[in-house]
């Protein structure tokens, strides 16, 4: 596939160093913006401006497959796209860093009086990453939560406590609910696939899938998952707070914000109704203290400064809160984030790049979601004539690989090993991110 993206930025080069390797990527940008981060990557840079047609046809867009526009400037993305549309009729993503602009060029795909003057797929990185952080949020003391088959199935992770009734177990001893798979784990730096006869450790990271139903009885039973979440904090009065706030208000969760301008703070005030929305800094200790932002089960720092954000985060971690959860701009300071004891670091960019790799993927092979910062990836692929009939275990995959749910029409089935699959069913598989090329090209059509 031959994929053009406009923007030499964080993200741009995330998105070249993912799929340059398997498609042929061309790179529009000025050469100033131009980093040794590209030049170490095996693609083609045009000099120029993707709103200028020439530099368009520069970088062959008639015979590409997809336009992805990642610049800094909305309106160069949103220009570059609609210049690609009217040129090729490819594929065009469009990162844009507004609301409005998002609701502006989102179109229904019943919607045809624009003719095709239309973008594919806007996506608005900060809205993504509110997402991830209610799906957090909502469900106590997991470290990811990821929904599929309409909500039927999940995945969830979790840490496990040194004083945990299954450290020093087997697997297979542990008890775990049925219509669960232990699919994963993360053991210091390492992750990898368990079978029957692994042994937990105290701070291992364990990954589960399963159905939504089993899952809460799972949690209950080993990750306290009755310690509902009843009061958030929020550091920052930005557009991630303020969605955030607003679907935590619905779920009937005591919410406050801290938010340094005085003008956000007035209109958060009149956009929240139930939010307590302060007026400060929220790296002044004092002033966590004195709104006991410590009784709080969750804080999350969410302003666009990521040194800000860890102050943030290691303020309330001292203040006594169960839960910290911290906004990182910068994906290379994640594990940083980890290893001075945030609980989860997330960064919008991570979500986003998620969305392109599910969106230009192949139509029978989808990727669902990613785990532990792109370590891992759950993949969704569907059940060819090849393989109707076989059994779960005799399935021979070319690289640690596990099959944890099956979506048979309207049913989840959470597989074993006699389970036959049968023509049309929809396989969710978790598998290493390094591997995944391997486990979609097994099932491939011959």
């Known amino acids: 596939m031959k994929i053009v993206i406009f923007g030499a930025t964080e993200i741009g080069c995330l998105l070249a160093t993912e799929f340059f390797e398997d498609h042929d990527i061309t790179l529009i940008d000025k050469e100033e913006n131009r ?24 970088a062959d867009i008639i015979n590409a497959d997809v ?3 990642c610049t800094a400037l909305d309106e160069a993305n949103i220009v570059a796209c609609l210049t690609v549309k009217k040129l090729s009729g490819i594929r065009t993503i469009c990162f844009v860093s507004k609301e409005e602009y998002q609701n502006a060029m989102t179109v229904e795909n019943n919607t045809d009086y624009l003719g095709d003057f239309f973008i594919d797929y806007i996506i608005w990185p900060e809205a993504l990453l509110t997402q991830e952080l209610f799906r957090i949020v909502t469900v106590a003391h997991a470290l990811d939560v990821e929904n599929f088959a309409d909500g039927k199935a999940r995945l969830l992770e979790y840490r496990v406590k040194p004083n945990s009734s299954i450290v020093g177990k087997m697997v297979k001893d542990c008890g775990f609910t049925k219509d669960t798979i232990i699919v994963g784990i993360k053991r210091d730096s ?49 557009n991630v707070g303020y969605m955030l706030a607003k679907n935590l208000e619905d779920m009937k969760i005591k919410t406050k914000i801290i938010e340094k301008n005085y003008d956000r703070c007035e209109y958060l005030a009149q956009e929240l109704d139930k939010t307590i929305i302060i007026n400060g800094d929220g790296t002044n200790l004092s002033l966590l203290d004195e709104e006991e932002i410590g009784t709080c089960d969750v804080a999350i720092a969410v302003t666009n400064n990521d040194e800000r954000n860890l102050l943030c985060s290691l303020l309330v971690k001292q203040l006594g809160v169960k839960r910290v959860i911290a906004r990182v701009s910068k994906i290379l300071n994640i594990p940083l984030f980890e290893k001075v004891g945030i609980d989860i670091a997330v960064s919008p960019k991570t979500s986003a790049i998620n969305e392109v790799k599910n969106d230009i993927d192949e139509t029978n092979v989808d990727i669902l ?15 060819h004539d090849d393989f109707n009939d076989k059994r779960i275990m005799d399935l021979r995959f070319p690289a640690p690989a596990i099959v944890g749910v099956i979506q048979r029409r309207a049913n989840v089935i959470i597989p074993k090993g006699d389970t036959k699959l049968k023509t049309h069913d929809v396989l969710i598989i978790f598998t290493k991110a390094e591997n995944a090329s391997k486990v979609k090209e097994y099932f491939k059509v011959a």
């Open 190 to 238: 390492l992750l990898f696939i368990p079978n029957g006869l692994t042994e937990i450790n105290a701070d291992d990271k364990l990954i589960f899938m399963g159905t939504s139903h089993s899952l809460d009885i799972l949690a209950g039973t080993f990750f306290h998952e009755n310690e509902q979440v009843k009061s958030v904090a929020i550091i920052g009065g930005g």
């Open 67 to 69: 336009f992805i526009a």
């Open 369 to 383: 979601a990613t785990v532990e910062q792109g370590e891992a990836e759950v993949l969704e692929i569907l059940v």
């Open 35 to 58: 980093t040794e981060e590209f030049d170490k990557l095996d693609i083609s840079f045009v000099h120029g401006n993707a709103t200028d047609v020439k530099v368009l046809k520069s």
